[in-house]
Every structure is written in C-alpha cells, then in structure tokens.
C-alpha cells in the first residue's frame, strides 16, 4: 500500500513538474512574443521619427522658403506701389505746375476755402460768392494762374474753348504783316524798344520774335477754332495752356495787337479823320499813355513783368477781340459796379465771355450751370 501511495505521489510530482515546465515554455514563449513585437513597434517608431525627421526638415526648409518668398514679394509690392505713386505724384504736380487753367471746381467749396473766418472782408467775399451762385447761376469756376499775363490768359482761354473765330477786322487783314506795317509804313522805329514779357528784348531782331508770335496765335486760332467737337477743342486747349512758351507767344501777340490798334488810332486823331471809339480818347488820356510810345514803354512792356491790364485796356481787349467781356468784381459786391462789361459799347453779334475777379487784378473763369 506504502508503494503504490508513493508511485502515486511520484506520478502527481511528475506531471506537476511537466505542467510547470510546459507553463514556464509557454511563458518564455510569450516572454519571446513580446518582446519581438516590442522591438518590431521600437524599430518602426523609430523609423517612422527619422522619416518625420526628414519631412520635418524639408517642411521647415519649404516653409522658410515660402516666408523668404512672400516677404520679398511683398517688399517688392511695396517698393513698387511707392515709386509708381512718386511718378505719379511727380506726374500730377508737373501736369498742375504746367497748366495755367486747372479744371473746374465747386464755387462755394472754393470760396469756404479761400475766405475762411470772421472778418468783414471774409464775410463780404463769401456773400458776393453766395450771390454768384444762386442769382447767377455761376455754379464751378476753373483757376487761371496767377501772373501778369492773368487775364490775357483768361480770355484767349475762353475764345479758343467755346470755338469763337477770328475778329472780323483780323480776316481781311495778314495779321503776319503787322510788325513790318508798323515799321515801314508808319515809321515807328521805337518798336525795337518792345519788351517781351519777362524777357527783356530789344533790337532789330524784335521783327522776327514779333512775327513768330503772330504766327502762334494764327495757327492755333485757326486750328482750334475749326474744331466743332467741343471735347476735342477742350483737350485741344489744356495741351496749349500747358505749353509755356506757346501760350506767352499768344500774349505777346495779343500786346502787340493792342499796340498797333493804339497806333491806328493815334493816327487817325492827328490826322483829324473818322471818329474813333471813345475808349481809345479814355486811353490816351493819361499821362502815362498819351501816344503809342509811352503806352507801350510805361504799360504793355511790363504787362507779363510785373503788370497786368487795367481797365482801360480791358475795354481796348474786348474791343480788337470783338468778344463782350462780363466781369463780376467781388470786392465791389452791392455796388454798381458789380457786374461790368468790357467795352461796355458792344454789338450785338459779338460773342460773351465772362471772367471773375476779387481785386481787379488776378481773375478767374466762371462756369454757368441752370
């Protein structure tokens, strides 16, 4: 019985160990799994760091690229829109620096600019600019620049805008010839002695500069006149009233003009012939311009210099022009002599301009609208 108990107990112990055995295999074996499948999860965490690695890197480089890129793009844009807004800035400053009639603006905008404040003479020229605009219908006005050739340029401005032709005197006559005319036929060797603005100029070769002038203002009269497409003509005029040396040969060529109608008439009063119109008795009245001589060397050869046209010589304008020339003094707003015209005897088939003046001496175009 002891025997068979202890083969008994032996065969438990065996199949114990057995079974021990075989767990501790399992176990290594599991052991071994694991740490198979640890090392195969390390090695592709692993890999999978050293390829982000990578693409990280060349992320970053793209990226920085892209940065470098956009922030040159955008100095470029910046540079760029900078010197393409001083070009036309330099552009835009030329253009209003050359032209001597800018474009139209509001009239009473412009006179709460101008007249800002409280004092009497304010307040005056704000209520004469009031007036202007609900009475007169003068809604804009456009600019002339302010020098000595101010109101020549005003109203040689109008007659070539609204298309207004040749005087009717000045289309049976070569108005090329009046220089030499002047000389030749009527003696007036003085006429060297004429002054061309700012440019002090005498001597015989005055004949020439003088005929360059009248050969300006001919052709361009001429030109523009012909031209019915009102914008055509406008676009016409704001290239001449941008170019310098044009317009001042216009002016001196309208000088001249005065001159040689003064002399005409000086003629005609020695000569005891014909009436002539009363304003050239108001004219060579003064002291300062009892015969042509003295009218050119004390009032048109600094007309351009350091004068402009009085208003006896803004009658004579109006009359070798043939154009009635309303005028508008604010400063003499609530007077008769608001509004005055120029010659104030006039026929009825001359055409109209209008000019607008604060101080009879520098003057401005007023634009009409109902």
Known sequence: MQRRHDRKASKIRDQFTK??????????????GKHEVRSWTAAAK??????????????????S????????CRRLYSFLAQLLKRWSNYLQRKLIRNLSVLTEVD??????????????????????????????????????????YCVLRAVLFQIFSQGIPFPSWMKERDILKLPEKLLYSQGCNWIQQYSFGPERY???????????CMETLKTNWTEISATKDQEERGNMC???????????????????????EVVEAYEQIKNREEPIPNLFNLLLARDSSSDPLSFMMNHLNAIGDSMCLDQVELF???????????????????????????????????????????DDRYYHIPLFRT
Not at 46 to 63: D, E, N, P, T
Not at 324 to 341: A, D, G, I, M, P
């Open 46 to 63: 692993q890999s999978l760091c050293l390829m982000w690695q990578k693409v990280k890197a060349q992320l970053m480089l793209s990226m």
């Open 65 to 72: 690229f892209l940065v470098a890129v956009c922030w040159y």
């Open 19 to 32: 079974q021990e055995k075989r767990s501790r295999i399992n176990h290594s074996k599991r052991s071994v």
């Open 238 to 260: 704001n290239t001449l009233f941008s170019d310098e040396s044009k317009e001042h040969k216009l002016y001196e060529a309208i000088k001249f003009i005065m001159l040689y």
């Open 107 to 148: 009239l009473l905008g412009y006179s709460a600019r101008e007249w800002k404040g409280e004092t009497k003479q304010a307040k005056h020229m704000r209520e004469a600019y009031e007036e202007l605009f609900w009475s007169y219908h003068i809604k804009y006005l456009r600019q002339v620049r302010k020098d000595s």
């Open 202 to 212: 005498t001597g015989p070769n005055v004949f020439g500069k003088l005929r360059k």
């Open 316 to 358: 004579l304008l109006g009359y070798l022009l043939e154009v009635k020339v309303r005028v508008y003094r604010l400063h003499k707003f609530n007077t008769e002599e608001f509004q005055v015209n120029y010659p104030d005897e006039y026929r009825r088939e001359w055409n109209e301009i209008s000019l607008l003046t604060e």
